[in-house]
């Protein structure tokens, strides 16, 4: 053995190891570093000592056979992918490694345990020589543990800048509701809150088109109200049995990566993602609200149940708003129409008229007034029927709202009486259009129940705004006397107030 001693660098005595007896001088060099030898072995990393020509390992500690599960005896004289040793940078050919060939700190290196459990570890290695041979000091720190914990917390800020993403999309979509709920509530038309859903889906879903259908009255066809972001002229309209949302009374979704029965109201192949949210008042159907979102784009929309449930929202807020506009409608039309023949009635048409005169003297432009009557309607109910009257009087409503212009109004003064306020015409337009009516209504059949009900005049009386007065009442009272004359002088007639009322008030 003292022919293989020689003096180191620093005048101790090394040997020189050799590939036959690897494990015989590297115990006769530690005995010479009992110090060095200790603090190797009880080294809580795992220490190893290579032989970088030929990446034999010459030396292993204890934790370094935890690490492996190998044996003291199994590992040395072995190279590291024998022993399932890998790391960055590495052929794990150490002789021509950069790495164990020269000194290192933490590169991350795969341990793969005698049992096939994979370990992560950070290798540190330094180059020195042992008698002569040019050996590598590299020790691996397992690292499996702390880079789980990493891996989990790095998960866990994902997650939560997820859901700080999320409140804060839901929190913008909770304020968008908001807004858009007090938009419906200030809406005094239906044709409003159309235009305040239409413009509110476009905020709350920027990337969906969208539609309102509505249920036409005393019909199940859906008819649409307010569309958005898209073109649905070829779904106007459809029957309520063609949406599942209808037909089973709840949120529908159809898309969204997954299979599911689509509805027929919708244009085929479908290539969308697409949710119908019944609109759903006092348990009645009022409309669908539809939203469509290209697939290609769903990822980006959030999961199904979190647009279905805003999508939910939305329609309920919707709901409840055209709901009660509805319902305000038609208090309003109980207070301001006839129920028998659909026009304004009186108390409509005295404000109508104070309104309207109150324009005619702003803007110095005449306003007309026809009063007029069915002659001997006493003698057609007492010849026909109630019945008959009724229908007389409906069907004679019907031809005065299709005779009258879009601004003259229209209204039931009482009985068989009517009254129409005509802005912006001058008396001789008004007489004009007083006798275009009376000659049409005169020409006309009227036949109820199979029975021809026989000819129908009117008698009409006619004054004018500023010719006869300059308030409403003025105005009424001149037309009803010319329709006095008019019964006087034989009926089916058109009078025109003298010129003298006008004085007189």
Known sequence: MEGNNRRGRHGEMVYRPSREHPAELAVQAWDEEEKFAKIFRFNPVAMSII???????????????????????????????????????????????????????????????????????????????????????????????????????????????????????????????????????TCLTTAEAYEVVAHSSRLIF??????????????QQMGIAGSWNGDFTSEHTFEAEQCWALRLGRTHSMGFGEPALFCQHLPHPVADSLVCVPLMTKGESLGVYHLRFNRR???????????????????????????????????????????????????????????????????????????FDLDHFKRFNDAFGHDAGDYLLRELAARVTGFSRKEDIACRFGGEEFVLIMPEATLEITIQRANFLREEVKRMT?????????????????????????????????????LYQAKNEGRDRVVCAPERQSARA
């Open 297 to 371: 784009e769903t990822r980006e929309i959030g999961p199904r149940r979190a647009v279905q449930e805003l999508a939910q929202a939305v329609a309920e807020h919707v709901a409840l708003a055209l709901g009660n506009l509805q319902l305000r409608e038609t208090l309003r039309q109980q207070s301001t129409r006839d129920p028998l023949t659909g026009l304004y009635n009186r108390r409509h048409m005295e404000e109508s008229l104070g309104r309207e005169l109150l324009r005619a003297q702003r803007a110095g432009r005449p306003l007309g007034v026809i009063l």
């Open 51 to 185: 032989d970088a020509q030929h990446g034999c390992f010459v030396e292993v500690n204890p934790e370094f056979c935890r690490m492996t599960g190998y044996s003291r005896d199994e590992a040395i004289g072995r190279t590291a992918s024998e022993l399932g040793l890998s790391w960055q940078g590495s052929n794990n050919d150490v002789s021509q490694d950069p790495v164990t060939g020269r000194a290192a700190l933490d590169v991350e290196a795969t341990v793969c345990h005698k049992n096939g459990d994979r370990r992560v570890a950070l290798l540190s290695c330094e180059a020195l020589e042992l008698a002569g041979q040019e050996c590598v000091l590299a020790a691996f720190r397992d690292v499996t543990e702390s880079r789980r914990m990493e891996e989990e917390l790095r998960v866990m800020n994902l997650r939560l800048r997820e859901w700080v993403v999320e409140l804060e999309r839901r929190t913008a979509d909770i304020s968008l509701l908001g807004q858009m709920a007090d938009l419906l509530q």
């Open 446 to 482: 009227w036949e109820s129940r199979g029975r021809t009900l026989g000819p129908v005049t009117l008698s009409c009386g006619v004054s004018a705004f500023p010719n006869h007065g300059k308030n409403g009442d003025s105005l009424l009272h001149a037309a009803d006397l010319a």
């Open 206 to 219: 920027p990337e969906a088109a969208g539609a309102l259908y509505l249920r036409e009255p005393g019909t």
